[in-house]
């Protein structure tokens, strides 16, 4: 068990351009889920697949923002023409099952978004 | 609508103390609970959860709650708190397949 990875760890970016971010779910896990966590708060969902679907959009999710998850594997999350706002940390999250619900999400160490 | 409320952002307390953190919940349905802790510049890690059954739950490193419907609260205790428990703690509630998270509560250990 490699735990959930995300790449890049840090992105510095100025004001109006793209970013992109990976995450790598625990191998076994059909549910993968996006959460993004500004400074003093709580994680805030933002989007969940299972496997190759996203079943679920927050509203927090403008335009602006896509999610992909080719295949059931990995996911990358866009931001397109980010804005200062953006800043946060962005955390994806794995878990396993079908009807179960309460199966825990195992969370990665986050991708950290400055704009500049 | 779904909520989790953290009573107190910031908890101090003297290593070999008690700790107390406190999480009240909202919830039409029957809540699934759960308690992860934050460490500086990393993603959250589970402490334990609540589903069904027994309410009072243990979980890693000495953590243990106690789930009461009456009070809607989920408090995570320690009874004797380390110096590697400084850290941020995070009662969440799970709504259909998202976590809703409450805001945070920032324990520090005092020497």
């Known amino acids: 068990d490699t735990g959930v990875s995300q790449d890049p760890r840090h992105k510095i970016t100025k004001r109006g351009q793209n970013v992109t971010f990976r995450c790598d779910p625990i191998s076994e896990h059909n549910r993968l889920y996006w959460y993004r966590q500004t400074l003093g708060q709580g994680p805030e969902f933002l989007t969940y697949?299972?496997?190759?679907?996203?079943?679920?959009k927050s509203r927090l999710l403008s335009d602006r923002f896509s999610a992909e998850r080719p295949k059931g594997s990995f996911s990358t999350l866009e931001i397109q023409r980010t804005e200062q706002g953006d800043s946060a940390m962005y955390l994806c999250?794995?878990?396993?099952?079908?009807?179960?619900?309460?199966?825990?999400?195992?969370f990665g160490d986050g991708t950290r978004l400055s704009i500049l | 609508a779904q909520s989790v409320t953290q009573l107190g952002s910031h908890v101090s307390v003297s290593e070999g103390a008690l700790v107390l953190l406190r999480c009240n919940y909202s919830s039409s349905v029957p809540p699934y609970l759960f308690w992860y802790v934050q460490y500086p510049n990393q993603g959250l890690q589970l402490l334990l959860k609540?589903?069904?059954?027994?309410?009072l739950v243990k979980g890693i490193n000495g953590f243990e709650a106690e789930f009461k419907k009456s009070e809607t609260s989920f408090h995570l205790t320690k009874p004797s708190a380390h110096m590697s428990d400084a850290a941020e703690y995070f009662c969440?509630?799970?709504?259909?397949?998202?976590?809703?998270f409450g805001q945070g509560t920032r324990l520090t250990i005092n020497p």
């Open positions: 609540y589903t069904t059954g027994a309410t």
């Open positions: 697949f299972q496997n190759e679907a996203q079943l679920e």
């Open positions: 999250a794995s878990s396993l099952g079908e009807r179960e619900v309460n199966q825990p999400q195992h």
């Open positions: 969440a509630l799970q709504g259909a397949q998202k976590l809703v």
